[in-house]
């Protein structure tokens, strides 16, 4: 099946310590994004990426990286210099031009412990 | 990027249809209208977009004025199951810089 695909579903994680998210999609989709959400909010933007080995800073990029080292995958590295991490990752691929929609993960919970 | 504004929550009957607006004044000429809508702690679903015209899925119809300054979106017989956040967004071709949501409208259906 074509699609988007994030893992962990939940994860936990210790203060202090780096943690990696995984995104794969199989849509041979240019561009990925990774949004973050807090209870009771919008999506707000971290990074998104339109071409391999290339990636732009969101609204909310600081304490976040991200590397795109092929077409398919996309992963998001919550560093310890996030100071509060504990949110619902979502990530979304597309094609970049118009009247394409964009393809959404189930999301990760990351929680602080 | 335009902007879009839309009412923070709103209820429906079910069986009734659900009309969900958005407003986005400064949308520019190529910049299509997007709905999606998420259930809760799952990743977004997308309904439906338009540019111009209004546009009908098995899931939605999309109603885009004719200064395209504002939109709205029918569920023509909601049920229970449509219950979710709706978020309307605007994005232009050739950058993905313009997929970024607001704070959508909290569509409850009730019995």
């Known amino acids: 099946d074509g699609g988007i695909t994030q893992s962990p579903k939940y994860l936990f994680r210790k203060e202090g310590q780096n943690v990696t998210l995984s995104c794969e999609q199989n849509l041979n989709h240019d561009a990925m994004y990774w949004y973050r959400q807090d209870p009771g909010q919008g999506l707000r933007l971290i990074y998104y990426?339109?071409?391999?080995?290339?990636?732009q800073k969101g609204d909310i990029a600081e304490g976040y990286s991200v590397s795109r080292e092929k077409k398919e995958s996309f992963p998001l590295t919550v560093t310890s210099a996030q100071k509060n991490p504990t949110a619902f990752y979502l990530c979304?691929?597309?094609?970049?031009?118009?009247?394409?929609?964009?393809?959404f993960g189930q999301g990760t919970r990351l929680t602080v412990v | 990027d335009a902007k879009t504004t839309q009412p923070p929550s709103m209820d429906c009957a079910e069986g009734r249809a659900a009309n969900l607006p958005c407003n986005h004044s400064t949308i520019s000429g190529n910049e299509y209208v997007y709905w999606y809508r998420q259930i809760h702690s799952q990743g977004p679903q997308y309904i439906i977009h338009?540019?111009?015209n209004n546009e009908t899925n098995e899931m939605a119809s999309l109603i885009i004025t004719e200064d395209r300054k504002s939109s709205t979106l029918i569920l023509p017989h909601a049920t229970l199951r449509d219950t979710a956040v709706y978020y309307c967004?605007?994005?232009?071709?050739?950058?993905?810089?313009?997929?970024?949501f607001g704070s959508g409208t909290q569509l409850t259906v009730l019995p």
């Open positions: 979304a691929s597309s094609i970049i031009r118009g009247g394409a929609e964009a393809f």
């Open positions: 967004i605007v994005r232009s071709s050739g950058s993905a810089r313009q997929l970024t």
């Open positions: 338009g540019l111009k």
């Open positions: 990426s339109q071409i391999v080995n290339d990636f």
